[in-house]
C-alpha cells in the first residue's frame, strides 16, 4: 500500500502494480464517504456488522497490504538502500501517530491505535529485519500466521497493549484494527509471490494494464490517505452547517 520501489537515486514503477493500489485507494475514499455521510446522518447503515460494509473494508486491506509485500521485494530485489526504506518506515510510522492523534480527537473512546498504518509500519519492520532473509520461502508462513488468530487466541491477548498481535479472543473496539496476525500473511503471500517473480525479472507485474488516473492515485498512497478524509469531512461539515442556516430561513 505504502511503499515505493527505490534503488539508490532512481526507482522504476510498474504502472499496473500502481493501477492495483489506486483502485484500492479510489474504493477506500469511497467507503470512508460512506463512513462519513453515516456519521453525519445522511445515510444509516450498519459499518460495524452488515456483512456487505464488512467484506469490502476486509478485501480493500487485503489488496493493500498484498501489495506492499510484493513491492517489498520488489525492492529488496532493486537493492533498495537502507536509507530509503527507514525514510519510507519513518513516513508511514508518524503518519500512523497523527491518525492515533486525530482519531482520539473525534471518536476519544474508540480511537485508531494499531490500524492500517500502524500495521503496516509494523508488517514492514518485522519483514525488514526478519522474514525477508527467507525469500520466497517466506510463503511458508503464510497459513500460520492466517490461522494463528483462530489457534491461539486468548483474552490474555485482549487488552490495548497486546491484542496488537491479533491473538486475541475479542475484537477491540476501535474505528480501524490492523493487528499483526492474521495480516502479516497476506503481506508475506505478496512478499513470496514477488520473491518468486524474481526468477523472471517481474514480468507479469510489468504487464499487468496500466490506468493512468488510478495509477496517478496509486503513486501516492499515503499523501492520499492522510488528506482525503479531512477534506471529506470539511466539506460535509460545511453542507451539514449551510442546509441548515437555509432551514432557518
Known amino acids: ?10 526507482s522504476t514503477r510498474f504502472g499496473g502494480l500502481d493501477t ?16 462519513d455521510l453515516n456519521w453525519f446522518g445522511f445515510i444509516h447503515v450498519d459499518l460495524y456488522r452488515d456483512p456487505f460494509w464488512l467484506y469490502q473494508r476486509a478485501t480493500i486491506v487485503t ?5 506492499a509485500g510484493l513491492t517489498q521485494a520488489w525492492g529488496d530485489a532493486r537493492a533498495r538502500s537502507e536509507m530509503a526504506f527507514l525514510r519510507r518506515w519513518a513516513q508511514i ?5 497523527l491518525v492515533a492523534v486525530g ?9 485508531i491505535y494499531f490500524g492500517i498504518l500502524q500495521g ?17 520461502w517466506v510463503l511458508l508462513l503464510v497459513p500460520i500466521a492466517l490461522v494463528a488468530p483462530h489457534l491461539w487466541g486468548s483474552t490474555a491477548f485482549d487488552g490495548r497493549w497486546l491484542n496488537w498481535t491479533g491473538l486475541i479472543a475479542h475484537k477491540p473496539i476501535t474505528e480501524d484494527y490492523v493487528p499483526l496476525l492474521p495480516w502479516f500473511g497476506v503481506f508475506a503471500l505478496g512478499a513470496g509471490v514477488g520473491y518468486l517473480l524474481r526468477r523472471v525479472e517481474f514480468q507479469p507485474v510489468a504487464a499487468l494494464p496500466t490506468c493512468t488516473v488510478l495509477a496517478w492515485l496509486g503513486r501516492r498512497p499515503l499523501t492520499i490517505y492522510m488528506l482525503h ?13 449551510v442546509l441548515a442556516a437555509l432551514s432557518i430561513r
Open 20 to 35: 492495483l493500489r489506486g483502485f484500492a485507494i479510489a474504493w477506500m475514499m469511497a467507503f470512508h464517504f460512506s463512513f
Open 63 to 67: 489488496i493493500f497490504v498484498f501489495t
Open 1 to 10: 500500500m505504502l511503499e515505493r520501489a527505490t534503488s539508490g537515486a532512481s
Open 103 to 111: 482519531s482520539w480527537m473525534a471518536f476519544p473512546d474508540s480511537f
Open 229 to 241: 478524509q479531512p477534506v471529506l469531512i470539511g466539506a460535509l461539515w460545511v453542507i451539514v452547517k
Open 93 to 97: 510510522f508518524g503518519c500512523g501517530l
Open 120 to 136: 503496516m509500519a509494523a508488517m514492514l519492520l518485522v519483514h525488514h529485519l526478519l522474514t525477508r532473509k527467507l525469500g520466497a
